[in-house]
């Protein structure tokens, strides 16, 4: 079964600080893994996705994700947090037949000045 | 369009009211999805059309709820008698083979 899991309810980082928000899933076959950000009273963002190559992706607004298949994990990260990047952040998978897209219960990221 | 486009943005119904969500995709994208989301919760999948598939109903909750999607592209989530826990956002998203679902604004559902 297809499923994504992101563990923290809450990440809190201080501004210029690197920030991590973590994700693992489970699939069959080889996944197709993406990164949405949500604004308050906003739809949901695409930011970055994996399909193949490169185990580092780079997206929006300055994030990434690793990819890692051993570990089946795929973290966003960024290397400075802004302010302005306190969002809801959401993990999603799909699988190899384009099938519906599995969502994580979301992580709310807070970014202190 | 340029994005996936829902209407209402907002919408207030008396309990026991029937209600219609409208979501336009994008154009040319073949799979569309509604999800719900409850007050700063996650997203609860509804309903999921892909091409000329039979759609993957799995998430609906109740048999009041029913969706359609005309001529592969519009689509129309219908509640039937709505109820208070029916209130939520209802989000819309298009996406085309492997690449990235895009999400609608939403609308905002209230049942009073």
């Known amino acids: 079964a297809q499923s994504v899991a992101q563990p923290e309810d809450q990440v809190n980082v201080a501004e210029g600080n690197p920030l991590t928000v973590k994700c693992t899933y489970s699939v069959s076959g080889n996944p197709y893994l993406f990164w949405y950000v949500q604004y308050p009273n906003r739809g949901l963002q695409f930011l970055l996705k994996?399909?193949?190559?490169?185990?580092l992706v780079k997206g929006s607004y300055g994030f990434e994700a690793e990819f890692n298949k051993s570990q089946t994990s795929f973290h966003l990260k960024k290397p400075s947090a802004l302010v302005s990047d306190s969002a809801l952040y959401f993990c999603a998978v799909r699988d190899i037949n384009f099938n519906k897209f599995y969502f994580g219960s979301g992580t709310k990221l807070n970014v202190k000045p | 369009g340029a994005g996936v486009s829902q209407s209402p943005s907002n919408k207030v119904t008396e309990k026991g009211k029937d209600v219609e969500l409208r979501c336009d995709p994008i154009?040319?994208?073949?799979?569309l999805y509604w999800y719900r989301q409850s007050l700063g919760q996650g997203l609860e999948f509804l309903i999921y059309f892909q091409g000329n598939s039979a759609p993957d109903k799995s998430g609906l909750p109740s048999d009041r709820f029913s969706a359609e999607r005309t001529g592969g592209s519009v689509s129309t989530l219908t509640i039937q008698r709505t109820q208070q826990e029916d209130s939520a956002v209802y989000l819309c998203?298009?996406?085309?083979?492997?690449?990235?679902?895009?999400f609608g604004q939403g609308t905002r559902l209230t049942v009073v």
């Open positions: 998203a298009s996406s085309l083979a492997s690449l990235a679902a895009f």
């Open positions: 994996y399909i193949t190559g490169d185990n």
């Open positions: 154009s040319g994208h073949t799979a």
